[in-house]
């Protein structure tokens, strides 16, 4: 077999090993491949190989980097209000017809965030480490179990379901007691993408308490005051504290499914259906005056970092 030979055989080989990466990629990116002399010589095929690896994988790796599109008109503004089972008094006969809650405590969590045009979290401030306004204690323990960097550019629905798994978890939702509820309210001056993150917070925070077999509603509490983030303050430094807080009240927490009668769940959804028609209304809330942290009010002209 003559050098020909050789390299004729060489060049099949490796064109069966290694196919023509590069063009599949300029394909995807919708580009036109460059028109260059294939080198000869063994040893740069393995350079050629590289190059080609290199541009697949950043056009895999492209559109995850690049800033999704704009979905709304405007930012908006969630908060989330976690009342557990036993700290709402419930009318007699049950279903109960209405449910009238006791002051906000520092076991009543409270968080709040921004979502932005383009539907994903915001950070806070010029630190960037946080999107999550956790309003008092019992947040930043949740917040310690979820990790602040968890809440950058995510998704403010699958966000909340998170955080309710988290409360569920720390015992700030009771999964053995009929009665929780995670009141929310949504702002923004696009009513359409208000309304759309609205609905998609009910049925996902349903679907999760179905789901898990809790008797608890999500519904849209017209005394919950828009966030004001003029509050807030960065707790980083301290969130390794709220980290083994969060970790000591999950394990005080593992048990609590076992507390549950032998026919829980059966009625999961009529008991839901008949207690979320009586939430929102006047007089269903003790009011926002008693919420940790006071009144609470949207500042249309505070400065975003995002």
Excluded at 127 to 152: F, H, M, P, T, V
Excluded at 199 to 214: C, K, P, S, V
Aim: glycine fraction near 6%.
């Amino acid at each position: 077999m003559n050098e020909r030979q050789i390299k004729r055989k060489m060049k099949r080989e490796a064109d069966r090993l290694v196919p023509d990466v590069l063009s599949s990629v300029y394909a995807r990116l919708d580009l036109e491949k460059p028109q260059t002399k294939r080198p000869s010589a063994p040893w740069k095929w393995g350079m050629v190989t590289a190059g080609a690896m290199g541009a697949l994988v950043l056009a895999l790796v492209l559109p995850s980097l690049l800033p999704g599109p704009i979905v709304s008109e405007a930012e908006a503004y969630v908060r989330l209000k976690y009342v557990a089972a036993s700290l709402i008094e419930a009318e007699e006969p049950e279903p109960a017809v209405e449910i009238n809650y006791l002051p906000t405590t520092d076991a009543t969590p409270i968080f709040a965030y921004k979502v932005s045009q383009r539907g994903k979290t915001m950070t806070l401030d010029d630190k960037q480490n946080n999107a999550l306004y956790a309003e008092n204690e019992a947040s930043k323990i949740i917040a310690g179990g979820l990790g602040l960097r968890n809440s950058i550019k995510k998704d403010p629905v699958a966000l909340a379901v998170s955080l309710t798994n988290l409360a569920r978890q720390a015992g700030y939702l009771e999964s053995y007691a009929k009665g929780n509820v995670v009141a929310y309210s949504v702002t923004s001056a696009d009513a359409t993408y208000q309304d759309k993150i609205k609905n998609e917070l009910q049925t996902a925070i349903d679907d999760y308490f179905r789901e898990q077999l809790i008797y608890g509603i999500a519904y849209e509490d017209a005394e919950l005051e828009a966030p004001d983030f003029s509050g807030y303050e960065d707790f980083a430094d301290e969130i390794d504290s709220y980290r083994q807080q969060f970790d000591f009240r999950r394990h005080q927490h593992d048990d609590d499914d076992k507390q549950r009668g032998s026919n829980w769940g059966e009625d999961l959804d009529e008991w839901m259906d008949d207690h979320r028609g009586n939430h929102g209304q006047p007089g269903s809330s003790s009011g926002s005056s008693s919420e940790t942290g006071g009144s609470h009010h949207h500042d249309s002209g505070q400065n975003n970092t995002n």
